[in-house]
């Protein structure tokens, strides 16, 4: 089983500020089948990166994201007030898939 | 258009069963459908997935036994049934597809347990 571990487990930061997500798995993420989500409570995971780096329909370029292999990046820039949730990371090159626990960015 | 359409919320009291739903529409069921558990304060776990051209599930460890996966071709629903449920059993229970690497989410189930 691929264990993803992502940090920090939070980040405080100010809207206009950037964020610094990693997501460091324990072995190689096949095909780099690495995708970021976004959660916010009670509503479904929205994606924002599929494939380590290809932003989703509708993303932001304030968003990037990057790496292969083992270590994994995503980047906001210029945080807006939506942009304050969970980040997770999530490999699914091969099963059992498996989430990272997350990153809370929230409002400084 | 992809999409994926879950039934909607459920309390059901404690060693009850039940079965939440997952319609594909946008020829994705040809597709695995993957099943995603979120319990409260807790994240995102991988509970399995079904091939429903194959009627076959693949479970993560954790939730052998008391769930269950299906899926009905002639609806294109997939189905997650889960039984002798507990109060550790509440939770969102999402479902997911990827097609080309790219995922979409189908909206929630809340799922309380409560006597």
């Known amino acids: 089983e691929i264990v993803l571990t992502q940090s920090p487990g939070t980040l405080s930061l100010s809207p206009g500020e950037r964020a610094t997500l990693t997501c460091r798995a324990s072995q190689s993420v096949g095909s780099n089948f690495l995708a970021w989500h976004q959660h916010k409570p009670g509503q479904a995971p929205r994606l924002l990166f599929y494939?380590?780096?290809s932003r989703a329909t509708g993303i932001p370029d304030r968003f990037s994201a990057s790496g292969s292999g083992t270590d994994f990046t995503l980047t906001i820039n210029r945080l807006e007030p939506e942009d304050f949730a969970v980040y997770y990371c999530q490999q699914y090159g091969s099963s059992p898939f498996t989430f990272g626990p997350g990153t809370k960015v929230e409002i400084k | 258009q992809v999409q994926l359409v879950q039934s909607g919320a459920e309390v059901k009291t404690p060693g009850s069963s039940l079965k939440v739903s997952c319609k594909a529409s946008?020829?994705?069921?040809?597709?695995?459908i993957n099943w995603v558990r979120q319990a409260p304060g807790q994240g995102l776990e991988w509970m399995g997935r079904i091939i429903p051209i194959l009627g076959k599930g693949d479970y993560a460890q954790k939730f052998q036994g008391r769930f269950t996966f299906t899926a009905d071709k002639s609806t294109n629903t997939a189905y997650l049934e889960l039984s002798s449920l507990r109060s550790e059993d509440t939770a969102l229970y999402l479902c997911?597809?990827?097609?080309?690497?790219?995922?979409?989410w189908g909206q929630g189930t809340q799922v309380t347990v409560s006597s």
């Open positions: 494939g380590a780096s």
């Open positions: 946008g020829g994705i069921f040809r597709n695995h």
């Open positions: 997911a597809t990827d097609i080309s690497g790219y995922i979409y």
